[in-house]
């Protein structure tokens, strides 16, 4: 854990492994907070959780503190929307990961040292910048384009944020009608499966797909979840692509009677 150096404690934790990229800024606030910790030489240590009563951790306890945070509540309701019941659990849990950059891009990998040539960091599609998430789902020009496909599909008009969070967050709120806003949800999900298993595909064969492929696959995905898991969806496939929001609209009306 560490050891005096003259009259002064420095901290030296040593972890069983390698740490996540997205356990680094963990790690090093966990320094800031600890470092001004007072420690006496001859005397022992007491480790105390101060959030419960009997200073003892718990799940229950910290889950508290993190909802008691001033974003707390926020980040809870953001990461409880990518567990969506009408898209597949992997997929659901995929999202969930992705929002938090914990998915294994080759940027990961190369922090972890699963891959050990920066070069082999480069972004499958393009091939120039390193494949981190935001890049691979926002900034790299086959993903901007098949967001802009779908907001135009949709009739939207919008600024994509810079990182996989702010857009989920941007998407979730894009439209607030409760009629549409169960079908637009389901193309968040439609569109990061569909660029990873492209992304996975011309890894291991080299093939790339068109973009207009991986749209029309985005489009048909997001259909039969909503045909396969939503009750009462009346509307076609054509109709779907046709024109999404006037299916959900109308399909939410009829539902209603």
């Known amino acids: 854990m560490g050891d005096w150096c003259s009259d002064k404690w420095k901290w030296d934790i040593k972890w069983r492994r390698e740490l996540y ?12 907070d600890i470092q001004d910790a007072p420690m006496e030489k001859g ?10 009563k009997d200073g003892k951790y718990s799940i229950r306890s910290a889950y508290k503190v993190l909802t008691m945070e001033p974003d707390g509540e926020q980040r809870h309701s953001i990461l409880k929307g990518t567990w969506n019941p009408i898209v597949p659990s992997k997929i659901a849990a995929f999202s969930w990961q992705l929002i938090q950059d914990k998915i294994p891009t080759r940027g990961n990998l190369l922090r972890r040292g699963v891959i050990q040539d920066p070069a082999e960091s480069k972004c499958v599609f393009c091939k120039v910048e390193e494949e981190d998430s935001a890049h691979l789902y926002i900034h790299c020009k086959l993903a901007y384009n098949l967001w802009s496909a779908c907001n135009k599909w949709w009739g939207l008009c919008t600024v994509l ?12 709120f894009l439209l607030k009608r409760e009629a549409v806003k169960e079908g637009w949800e389901c193309i968040w999900f439609a569109m990061v499966w569909t660029i990873w298993l492209a992304r996975n595909e011309q890894i291991l064969t080299g093939k790339a797909q068109k973009e207009g492929r991986l749209f029309e696959l985005i489009q048909l995905r997001a259909f039969h979840w909503l045909k396969g898991r939503r009750e009462g969806c009346f509307f076609s496939l054509s109709d779907w692509i046709l024109n999404p929001t006037e299916c959900m609209r109308v399909n939410c009306s009829k539902k209603k009677r």
Do not use: I, M, N, P
């Not at 005397?43 to 419960?52: C, E, F, G, V």
């Not at 944020?161 to 979730?172: I, L, N, T």
């Open 43 to 52: 005397k022992s240590d007491l480790r105390l959780w101060t959030h419960s």
């Open 21 to 32: 990229s997205w356990e680094e800024q963990q790690v090093a606030e966990l320094y800031k």
């Open 161 to 172: 944020d810079r990182d996989c969070w702010g857009v989920f967050e941007q998407h979730s």
